[in-house]
């Protein structure tokens, strides 16, 4: 059974950085696509990075792009999440999720209906 397990949120002030990590188990593909939605109460999850085992192609939002770097540790079977600069407006409860076609579109990564596994969240709190 596929599980994605995510850790590493908290509370950081504005300007702060924190490391997300999803770690993957459960699956016997070569290839997968593991995205990192977010998503704050009354809004719809937004799709805000995506990594691909097959090529390490690497996608972003505009609103993360220059601050937020996605990676991956084969070894681990472990996907991060870097995040810099961080604003207030990054609060959010952040999941990550598998790709069902094993590696991330450049024009859908951001469709949370591309994912058919997600983790359980964890909570980001920017603020002073």
């Known amino acids: 059974q596929v599980q994605l397990v995510e850790s590493g949120g908290g509370l950081v002030q504005p300007g702060g950085s924190l490391r997300l990590s999803c770690t993957a188990s459960g699956w016997t593909y070569d290839y997968y696509g593991i995205g990192w939605f977010r998503q704050t109460p009354g809004r719809e999850r937004e799709g805000i990075s995506c990594?691909?085992?097959?090529?390490?192609?690497?996608y972003y939002t505009d609103s993360v792009k220059g601050r937020f770097t996605i990676s991956r540790d084969i070894t681990k079977n472990t996907v991060y999440l870097q995040m810099n600069n961080l604003k207030p407006e990054d609060t959010a409860v952040y999941y990550c999720?598998?790709?069902?076609?094993?590696?991330?579109?450049?024009?859908?990564?951001?469709?949370?209906?591309?994912?058919?596994?997600w983790g359980q969240g964890t909570q980001v709190t920017v603020s002073s």
């Open positions: 990594i691909s085992k097959k090529d390490d192609a690497t």
């Open positions: 999720a598998l790709d069902k076609y094993l590696y991330c579109s450049s024009y859908a990564f951001q469709q949370p209906n591309r994912y058919n596994y």
